[in-house]
């Protein structure tokens, strides 16, 4: 029961022990922002949308690295919502960086013409991957790309997380389901993780 509990924080963050999920997120996290945003490639004016933003130091570290961009975010937790616009606060009253506070399968307010989508420790949350990578799909522009890193199988079920938060997915369903959803080159490589990039249209 307290393990559901505790993994269930990382999934949606909240009350006083959120607070210390978020803390652990910052930490264990760093490393991965940093080699998804080198593979994400930015460039001045490109749009971007980060799903599951939890403290807002992605949207951060590339707001800063690329003053050109434009930013945006949803995360279903209050409470990251809150943090993250405390830590983008200068950003958000620039325009520079908009977040939202709802579930991305759910939420119809979002545009459809970004550049790169990202996401980090979040595929395992999703209980079907066709509906999410659908949406991923029609939000990009033709030229866009959706780039996600994850833990390896293996990894979790070694972490013995419950079945009940986490969804297991081998490298292998997710490219399937990227694949089915429309995205045209799926690439991925293995670093402490596996990182995924699928570009919707190859031309």
């Not at 994400?40 to 961009?69: D, H, M, S, W």
């Not at 459809?112 to 395992?124: G, P």
């Not at 999703?126 to 390896?152: C, Q, R």
Request: hydrophobic share 40%; glycine share 6%.
């Amino acid at each position: 029961m307290l393990k559901n509990f505790f993994a269930s924080q990382f999934k949606k963050p909240r009350g006083l022990f959120g607070i210390f999920t978020s803390n652990m997120m910052i930490k264990g996290n760093q490393k991965n922002y940093h080699r998804l945003i080198i593979d994400l490639n930015v460039q001045p004016y490109n749009k971007i949308l980060e799903i599951g933003f939890g403290p807002g130091i992605g949207i951060r570290t590339i707001i800063e690295a690329c003053p050109a961009c434009t930013v945006h975010g949803i995360d279903f937790s209050k409470l990251m919502y809150k943090k993250a616009s405390k830590y983008n606060e200068q950003f958000i009253k620039a325009e520079r960086v908009k977040l939202y506070c709802a579930d991305f399968l759910k939420e119809p307010v979002l545009d459809n013409n970004y550049d790169k989508i990202f996401c980090l420790n979040v595929v395992y949350f999703w209980n079907e991957l066709k509906t999410p990578f659908e949406k991923v799909w029609s939000l990009l522009k033709k030229t866009g790309s959706f780039h996600i890193y994850m833990a390896d199988k293996k990894f979790l079920i070694d972490k013995k997380a419950p079945d009940s938060i986490f969804n297991k997915y081998s490298i292998e369903q997710v490219v399937e389901a990227l694949q089915s959803a429309g995205f045209e080159n799926v690439d991925y490589y293995t670093e402490k993780g596996l990182h995924i990039k699928a570009t919707k249209y190859s031309g």
